[in-house]
């Protein structure tokens, strides 16, 4: 259980960096 729970949270920051640096990209990309 413990491990299971580990995982979906490094699954889950691991959206939230993809998503900021998809931000952080489309910012650049717009300048």
Same mark, same amino acid.
């Given at each position: #259980? !413990?491990? !299971?729970? !580990? $995982? +979906?949270?490094?699954? $889950?920051?691991?959206? =939230? #960096?993809?998503? =900021?640096? +998809?931000?952080?990209?489309?910012? +650049? !990309?717009?300048?």
């Amino acid at each position: #259980m !413990l491990i !299971l729970f !580990l $995982e +979906d949270c490094i699954k $889950e920051s691991k959206n =939230q #960096m993809l998503k =900021q640096s +998809d931000n952080v990209l489309g910012k +650049d !990309l717009r300048i």
